[in-house]
């Protein structure tokens, strides 16, 4: 056993330990044989080492080891969308079905999952919603002349219901989803690029693209960025579950924290080589993953990385759902 100390004390450049992922084993035996390589992560960078480099770091007995502990964040899995409604999943996240190999009439922009039990939902840029599992269908704005696209969901707390918000602000809501207020009737400086919703249900709030923030019901107002300057714009937003803050995520990963919302770690300075699409929160609100459109899913604070869609050859994804730990 390796106290967090000892690992923190022995790459000091890491900052705070996040995790450590064994990228590599020999294939020969249990667990998958001899560690080849294996990726330390802080909330400073990362450090990749050689089993055998680690077994001397860390004075481990061999390079034969397994790593426990790793942090979950209330989450067991994850589930990403693409924009042509295929679903890939991770961790213990099964999958329930998708619209791959359907023709489509606009393309996914997003996702929610159940709060409980196992289900979600894809939504497209017309309002359309495709319901898997045991998230039920309460209703679309398919069939609906929309004044701008749908750019996101959310779900409501006890999963029997759903916001969709158009890139006016306007929101629409099915199922026990009650309205509190939306932009739509509002000249905005930047569209709506995404939402999230407060524990309760009794409230949500709105991002535009310059990082301004619209609360509603019984979400309160933390700061936002819409009186700076930005390199690159807003695409999404993510809430902490205690609704005491939330996070903003620019397009090049740049990230912005607001109220008890901390900051973890992002993608601001690292040439990512294609467009950040958004964020999502672990279930305690102790960290994030940070979702790029080539599939790429980069996990901070006590959000735990179970893969990506990266090697997926000609991937390219449109959100992602966590499945909380039942």
């Known amino acids: ?87 890939f999943t991770f961790g213990d996240a099964p999958f329930l079905g998708s619209m791959g190999g359907t023709r489509l009439n606009q393309p996914v922009v997003g996702m929610a ?52 918000v158009a890139a006016d602000g306007g929101i629409f809501s099915f199922g026990d989803a009650r309205f509190f207020g939306s932009t739509g009737a509002m000249r905005l400086n930047q569209p709506v690029v995404g939402m999230a919703a407060t524990p309760t249900g009794r409230g949500y709030w709105l991002v535009a693209a310059d990082g301004g923030i619209f609360s509603f019901g019984d979400a309160r107002f933390f700061g936002s960025t819409g009186a700076m300057r930005l390199n690159q714009p807003v695409v999404g937003m993510a809430a902490r579950p205690q609704a005491d803050g939330y996070w903003l995520v620019a397009r090049d990963g740049g990230l912005f924290t607001f109220g008890n919302a901390r900051f973890h770690g992002s993608l601001g300075a690292v040439n990512v080589g294609s467009p950040v699409l958004g964020t999502a929160a672990t279930r305690t609100g102790g960290g994030y993953w940070l979702v790029v459109a080539d599939g790429r899913v980069r996990a901070y604070g006590d959000a735990p990385d179970f893969g990506d869609a990266a090697s997926v050859r000609g991937a390219r994804v449109s959100g992602l759902a966590p499945r909380y730990q039942q």
Do not use: C, K
């Open 113 to 164: 999952a159940r709060p409980q039990g196992d289900g979600y939902w894809l939504v497209a840029a017309d309002g359309g919603i495709f319901s898997f599992g045991d998230a039920r269908f309460f209703g679309s704005t398919g069939a609906m002349r929309l004044n701008q696209p749908v750019v996101g969901m959310a779900a409501t707390p006890t999963g029997r219901g759903y916001w969709l």
């Open 1 to 87: 056993t390796v106290p967090v100390s000892t690992v923190e004390a022995r790459f000091p450049s890491i900052g705070r330990l996040q995790r450590i992922d064994v990228t590599r084993r020999n294939g020969l035996g249990s667990m998958g044989g001899r560690v080849q390589e294996v990726v330390v992560r802080g909330t400073n960078g990362s450090v990749t080492r050689t089993g055998l480099q680690l077994r001397s770091d860390l004075g481990l007995r061999s390079d034969w080891f397994q790593v426990l502990g790793q942090p979950s964040g209330g989450v067991s899995g994850y589930w990403l969308s693409g924009p042509d409604g295929g679903v």
